[in-house]
RNA sequence: AAAGCAAGGGAAGCGAUCGCUUUUAUGUUGAGCAUAAAAGAGGAAAGUCCGGACAUCACAGGACAGGGUGGUGGCUAACGCCCACCAAAAGCAAUUUUAGGGAAAGUGCCACAGAAAACAUACCGCCUGCUUCUGGCAGGUAAGGGUGAAAAGGUGAGGUAAGAGCUCACCGCAGGGGUGGUGACAUCUCUGGCAAGGUAAACCCCACCCGAUGAAAAGUCAAAUAGGGAAGAAAGAGGUUGUCCGCCUCGCCAUUACUUCCGGGUAGACUGCUUGAGCUUUAUGGCAACAUAAAGCCUAGACAAAUGAUCGCUGCUUCUUAUGAAGAACAGAAUCCGGCUUAUUCCUUGCUUUUAGA
RNA sequence: GCUGCAGUAGCUCAGUGGUAGAGCACCUCCUUGGUAAGGAGGGGGUCAUGGGUUCAACCCCCAUCCGCAGCU
């Protein structure tokens, strides 16, 4: 039971790793969403999401959140070692449903191991 | 039944699997990790419109400037909130709303229209007199017409050359007195024939209140980096060599440099950080807001920011119907409280008006 | 978390309580063989929204919505 622990550790959360992430990442793209993937000297697979202001309120930008995290948690493509992933919204079309969220999240991890 | 007004309550419940944050306990350990238990968003958490607690800075006291409040009496830590009452306005009513002090302290403004918009005045009129007589001049008057949002109380009667509070009745207004009320004010009575418009959410006057900045406040530890202050050591020290001379390096007075300390403080970490004008129940005082007393309870503390996902059963609403389907809003703590405002769903109770029936 | 500014025609902006305006753009006509330029005329406004004060509000007061900027 312990696969689909997800604590703090494997969260991106200093402002320094974002801005590294940002300006060294490749980039893909779905419909609804952005990943920028870099490689890190660690042995696990770590996850952060980032989301402006635009998106909504603070209730939907949360709701994004916690979607999204639970994605990422349930996927099976998350035990790849030394890659850092953020993902961000499209502005264009805001959703908030949790299984087109979870597939298009599974795309954009396939595309990185591709790769 | 319809329309409306007011008050109050809730924000579906229980369970399962996976997962997150904090605390506690146990085990192990260098941090950490593992296991178990407990707790884990709101009525508005929102807007940041007011008021406080708390923190730092400033400050003898007082005054000016600036800002706010504005019927009366209460309540409160405080308030512009709340409660009760008074007055005015809206509504058939239930009920609601009101920055509701001062215009005789002074200044300003009142477009257009209108004779005249505030030291008053007379366009059309009405009446009297004179006259050069289809007109003009002088005087009286403010009833009527007309303008305007507003023009020297309103209606009726008397009176007059025509008129006029000129006189009278009722209503309104102003002033004095009595009674009731803590008070705003209400009511009764007497006097005055009416005293000269509005605007203070225009300046202003009066009464009362207000120091500034906000937890990204503030404090502690502290890599890095630049510069500052103080102290120390030596008139030489070190190396070469068995010793001296000699040579080399550093230093001498100053600067620089070395060591130590102080101070400063970025990234980062920690404190502030949740026991408080606290919550629930009962009793008492009060019309109420609220206050007092007793008993019980501990109830989020994150920092790219924890509450999520998938199901089952029951309950609610709607539609079809006797079984299914759909729906469940607004919206997410960020130092903490008291309010206000805004967004939004469901339910309950009371009252008013109209219609229909008994 | 805190603080400030703005919202007026399709666009950029004026507007000191008393009829809502300018430039560009749009439409019609003239000019030209035709177009541009030029000339003449015209249309187009919930003054962001809702209340209040006032005889009268873009303007004064209150509340809300939306946008922008700043501190950090």
Redesign the pocket.
Known sequence: ?????????Y??????E??YV?SHGKKFYTKHLTGICVSNDLSYFRF????GK?F?????R??F???L??SF??STFRFLQGKDL?VLPSLKEKILD??VLKEELNHIMQEMIKK
């Not at 909504?56 to 939907?60: E, I, T, Y």
């Open positions: 039971m312990k696969q689909y622990a997800f604590s703090k550790k969260r991106i959360q200093k402002p320094n974002f801005s940002f952060g999401i980032s989301i635009k909504g309120d603070a209730n939907k949360n709701r959140k916690r979607l995290r639970e948690r349930t953020v949790y299984q």
